[in-house]
């Protein structure tokens, strides 16, 4: 559609800041970098997870090639490429989802003919430690073994918090006392503790 490099009548010029950029000859990272810049009303942590993997795909040839150049093909060889520098499967299927975000947009503005991450992973493994529930009576037993240990008596209130919610510790973490209903016997969760760019933590 743009091998000459010439635009196209669905090109667009877009303005991301100061720069201008001619859409349909944009590099992946150049894509990157516009949908990063519009993602700013996403949570801190959000936004932080996907800078990182912006920086994992730089580090690939695909982040040199023209958006209307990457094929479905080129999407599939960047994703063994992962595979082969050892990449956990949970970081590359989230990287893939990451580039799928991106692309949407020049692909719903015909800027490309597809979506060339929009495809399923079902082929790769799911990998991990596997998680599972405990019963009551584990539960029991993990209180009462805490509750023999000093060191661990203190944990006991964040431990039935977060065994009886389901919350996750950064987000038990980063609860407020706004966040918790007493009368309502209930907690609100959307936000967490993480810690940002200059190092610390924040809320």
């Known amino acids: 559609m743009c091998a000459n490099g010439n635009l196209t009548p669905n090109s667009k010029v877009i303005k991301i800041g100061t720069p201008i950029l001619l859409l349909a000859t944009m590099t992946v990272t150049m894509l990157m970098d516009y949908y ?106 993990l209180l009462d073994y805490m509750s023999s240990e000093p060191c661990l008596k203190e944990y006991i209130p964040m431990t039935k918090v977060i065994m009886g919610s389901g919350v996750r510790l950064a987000e038990f973490c980063g609860l407020t006392v706004s966040d918790i209903d007493i009368n309502g016997n209930c907690i609100r969760v959307n936000h967490q503790l993480h810690r940002g760019d200059d190092g610390m933590l924040h809320i």
């Open 36 to 141: 990063l810049a519009s993602i700013q009303g996403f949570a801190r942590s959000t936004q932080i997870t996907y800078r990182n993997f912006r920086n994992i795909v730089a580090e690939y040839p695909i982040a040199q090639m023209r958006i209307c150049d990457v094929r479905i093909s080129d999407a599939k060889n960047f994703i063994h490429q992962l595979i082969a520098a050892q990449k956990p499967n949970s970081t590359i299927r989230c990287i893939r989802s990451f580039l799928r975000r991106c692309f949407v947009f020049p692909y719903e503005d015909r800027i490309i003919p597809i979506n060339p991450f929009d495809y399923r992973l079902d082929w790769l493994p799911r990998t991990g430690p596997a998680h599972f529930w405990l019963d009551k009576n584990q539960q029991a037993s």
